[in-house]
Each structure stands twice: as structure tokens, then as C-alpha cells.
């Protein structure tokens, strides 16, 4: 286990900016919309089978207290209760001091994967942090391409600061987290949430973020997925190209030239310098033989250029979603880091104090 972000276990020379050779040309982009939409029907019942024996297997995971229901105000399909958000409520009698929260997303390339995936996640914060925990059903792609996903993200993250009252909870003790896909989008939401009237988004009361756990999120869309692939330690280990393919033709629809790609609710390891110098504290858990390793490794690099707080975990001899090797017990080594992550997150609220 490593927590040194030069680690060599991926060249971050290997990455690098995108060069001027031909775009990978993604054989999944000429699929109709109704084919991709079935395949990913097909992930996510599998996918949903999986976790579900997962969350019982071993010491079972708790259910969520309650589900709520949020709307959408942002985007092409607005309205109420569009997507829902699972909710885990602390144990026991609350003495009215207010709670921290954990807004999480959960993970699944944005094709698949619901909020109870993350009830682990779920269980070691309200055990280490007494929080309140919401984990976001943000609609998926291909059927609700980039942006809507952030954009749910973003309005989950605004009602339930705005409900804070009602959940017992400090709104300036938030704190965003997310899993692969779900890492993602907790750093592109803290994005909109700095800028957005760049996007031409109304948003009457912005939160204040208290910082970001991200585990191996994808920051960087600008550099093709075999460049990322060749780039690892292990490229054999590394997700599928079918599978990748079948994500970013399902997500980025129209599909996008690599050097188009760089809007930063889409890659936000882009955001420019002057935002970087608003982020709040970061808690990076990458894995080792991960294809996003490398860009995860050069986000913590320039936080630590610019004199930001960052944590960064890198769980070696293991791939992307490591921590949900279903439908197995979980290993040793996600208790760790999941420890780990709270440690992080205890550190920066006790500054606040």
C-alpha cells in the first residue's frame, strides 16, 4: 500500500497531454441508441444481482433508512422527483448536536449501478463520522447522456444542503464522494457548483463543500482510452475495451473528438489553476493496476503544486473497483482504506472546529 503520489507503478510521461496522433476511433459510436441501451440493461441486471449478494455476504451491509425523491431544475429534462437518492440515517438517538454529511454517487462507467452499491461506504461513515449519508440515483446513459448525470449530481447536492434542517445536519460540513464514475462526477459537481452561470445554470444558494473523497475517479477524457491502457503497469487488468467502448459511446452522445472533450464537467482533473485554488480538501484512493491511475497521480500532483491539502492512497496489485470484488466478502484491504478515507475527512472537520 502506497500513499505517495510519485509512486512509478504508471508513468505519468506515458499520459501526458493528448498528441496529434489520429483519434481512437470507437467502434461502439455507430451502434444505434436502442443497442446501446441494451447492453447496458443487460449490465446493470447482472450488476444489480451482484452487489445485491455482495451487500450480504460476509458481515451484511445495512439498507438505507429511507429513499427520497429530488428533482430536476437543471438540463433538457427537467421536472419533479426525476431521480431518487438512498439515505442512511445514524443509529440511535441524535442529542441535536448537527451532522456532518456525505453526499456520495455511486460508480458504473454511467450506464449502470445504483446507490445501494456504496452501502459499505455508507456503514463506515456513519459509524467513523456520525454522518448522514445520501447516495444519489442519478439517471443513467445512454438513455440520459452527458451532461444530465452532473446535472442531477448538482441538484441533489443543492436539495438536500437545502433540507438540512430537516436531516439534523451541519451545512458546512458536506462532504462529496463518489466511486469510478461516481469520483467523477462528485468533482464535476463541486465544478458547476464554483461557475454556474458559465453554463448557464440558476442556482439561488450554492453549498459550501468541506471536501472530496474520490476513489479512482476518471479526470481526464482528452487522453484515449488505449493510451490510458498502455500507460498501466498491467494493461491486461485493466477494464475491457468492449466495456470501455460501450461507456463512452453511451455517455459522450453526440460523440465527441478527443480534443473536444475538454469541458470540465466532463474532465474536471482540467479545471483551470484558479479553481484548483478553491478546491477544499481532496482524499484520493487510486488503484495500482488501474488505466486511471496515471491521471489521478498528476491531479494530486498539480493540488500539491499549488499548496492544497491531498491525501492520495494507491492500493497496490489491485484494479478499478477493487473494493467491490462481488459477489465475494470484501478483502482485508477495503476496510483499511475506507478507513483511511474517514481519517481524512475527521482531519478536515476538526479544523473547522
Same mark, same amino acid.
Request: hydrophobic content about 40%; proline content about 8%; charged content about 25%.
Given at each position: 500500500?502506497?500513499n505517495e503520489p510519485?509512486s512509478?507503478r504508471?508513468?505519468?510521461?506515458?499520459?501526458?497531454?493528448?498528441?496529434?496522433?489520429?483519434?481512437?476511433?470507437?467502434?461502439a459510436?455507430k451502434?444505434?441508441?436502442?443497442?446501446?441501451?441494451?447492453?447496458?440493461?443487460t449490465?446493470?441486471?447482472?450488476?444489480?444481482?451482484?452487489?445485491?449478494l455482495?451487500?450480504?455476504?460476509?458481515?451484511?451491509?445495512?439498507?438505507?433508512?429511507?429513499t427520497?425523491?429530488?428533482?430536476?431544475?437543471?438540463?433538457?429534462?427537467?421536472g419533479?422527483?426525476?431521480?431518487?437518492?438512498?439515505?442512511?440515517?445514524?443509529?440511535?438517538?441524535?442529542?441535536?448536536t448537527?451532522r456532518?454529511a456525505v453526499?456520495n454517487?455511486?460508480?458504473?462507467?454511467f450506464?449502470?449501478?445504483?446507490g445501494?452499491d456504496?452501502?459499505?461506504?455508507a456503514?463506515?461513515?456513519?459509524?467513523?463520522?456520525?454522518?448522514v449519508?445520501?447516495?444519489?440515483?442519478?439517471r443513467l446513459?445512454?438513455?440520459y447522456?452527458?451532461?444530465t448525470?452532473?446535472?442531477?449530481?448538482?441538484?441533489?447536492i443543492?436539495?438536500?444542503?437545502?433540507?438540512?434542517?430537516?436531516?439534523?445536519?451541519?451545512?458546512?460540513?458536506i462532504?462529496?464522494?463518489?466511486?469510478?464514475?461516481?469520483?467523477?462526477?462528485?468533482?464535476s459537481?463541486?465544478?458547476? !457548483?464554483? @461557475?454556474p452561470?458559465?453554463?448557464? %445554470?440558476?442556482?439561488a *444558494?450554492? $453549498? =459550501?463543500?468541506?471536501?472530496?473523497v474520490?476513489?479512482?475517479p476518471?479526470?481526464d477524457?482528452?487522453?484515449?482510452?488505449?493510451?490510458?491502457?498502455?500507460a498501466?503497469?498491467?494493461?491486461?487488468?485493466?477494464?475491457p475495451?468492449? !466495456?470501455? @467502448?460501450?461507456?463512452d459511446?453511451? %455517455?459522450?452522445?453526440? *460523440?465527441? $473528438? =478527443?480534443?473536444?472533450?475538454?469541458?470540465?464537467?466532463?474532465?474536471p482533473?482540467?479545471?483551470p489553476?484558479?479553481?484548483i485554488d478553491?478546491?477544499?480538501?481532496?482524499?484520493?484512493?487510486?488503484?495500482?493496476?488501474?488505466?486511471? !491511475?496515471?491521471?489521478?497521480?498528476?491531479?494530486a500532483?498539480?493540488l500539491?503544486?499549488?499548496?492544497k491539502?491531498?491525501?492520495?492512497?494507491?492500493?497496490?496489485?489491485?484494479?478499478?473497483a477493487?473494493d467491490?470484488?462481488?459477489?465475494?466478502?470484501?478483502?482485508?484491504?477495503?476496510a483499511?482504506?475506507y478507513?483511511?478515507?474517514i481519517?481524512?475527512v475527521?482531519?478536515?472537520?476538526?479544523?473547522?472546529?
Amino acid at each position: 500500500m502506497s500513499n505517495e503520489p510519485d509512486s512509478d507503478r504508471a508513468s505519468l510521461e506515458d499520459i501526458g497531454p493528448p498528441s496529434v496522433e489520429a483519434d481512437y476511433v470507437n467502434p461502439a459510436d455507430k451502434s444505434p441508441r436502442w443497442l446501446l441501451s441494451a447492453h447496458a440493461w443487460t449490465l446493470r441486471v447482472g450488476a444489480a444481482l451482484g452487489f445485491g449478494l455482495g451487500n450480504i455476504s460476509g458481515a451484511a451491509a445495512s439498507s438505507p433508512t429511507k429513499t427520497i425523491w429530488l428533482d430536476s431544475t437543471l438540463g433538457k429534462w427537467p421536472g419533479e422527483e426525476k431521480f431518487s437518492a438512498d439515505v442512511w440515517i445514524p443509529p440511535g438517538d441524535n442529542d441535536g448536536t448537527k451532522r456532518p454529511a456525505v453526499i456520495n454517487f455511486h460508480g458504473g462507467g454511467f450506464i449502470l449501478g445504483q446507490g445501494t452499491d456504496d452501502a459499505r461506504w455508507a456503514d463506515a461513515a456513519m459509524a467513523g463520522l456520525g454522518a448522514v449519508v445520501f447516495s444519489v440515483n442519478y439517471r443513467l446513459a445512454p438513455s440520459y447522456p452527458f451532461p444530465t448525470a452532473v446535472e442531477d449530481c448538482v441538484d441533489a447536492i443543492v436539495q438536500i444542503c437545502g433540507a438540512a434542517e430537516e436531516y439534523g445536519i451541519d451545512p458546512e460540513r458536506i462532504i462529496l464522494s463518489g466511486f469510478s464514475a461516481g469520483g467523477t462526477l462528485a468533482a464535476s459537481s463541486w465544478v458547476v !457548483l464554483q @461557475d454556474p452561470a458559465r453554463w448557464e %445554470y440558476e442556482i439561488a *444558494t450554492v $453549498p =459550501r463543500i468541506a471536501g472530496l473523497v474520490l476513489y479512482y475517479p476518471l479526470l481526464d477524457w482528452t487522453i484515449d482510452r488505449p493510451q490510458k491502457r498502455n500507460a498501466c503497469e498491467r494493461p491486461d487488468l485493466t477494464l475491457p475495451s468492449g !466495456l470501455t @467502448d460501450l461507456i463512452d459511446a453511451s %455517455y459522450m452522445h453526440p *460523440t465527441l $473528438p =478527443r480534443r473536444e472533450r475538454n469541458d470540465i464537467r466532463l474532465s474536471p482533473g482540467l479545471m483551470p489553476d484558479e479553481m484548483i485554488d478553491r478546491l477544499p480538501p481532496v482524499h484520493l484512493c487510486l488503484c495500482g493496476y488501474d488505466m486511471l !491511475l496515471a491521471e489521478g497521480k498528476l491531479f494530486a500532483e498539480r493540488l500539491e503544486s499549488r499548496g492544497k491539502p491531498v491525501s492520495v492512497r494507491v492500493v497496490e496489485g489491485e484494479k478499478h473497483a477493487w473494493d467491490k470484488p462481488l459477489p465475494l466478502a470484501p478483502k482485508q484491504s477495503v476496510a483499511l482504506e475506507y478507513e483511511k478515507a474517514i481519517e481524512s475527512v475527521k482531519g478536515w472537520l476538526e479544523k473547522q472546529s
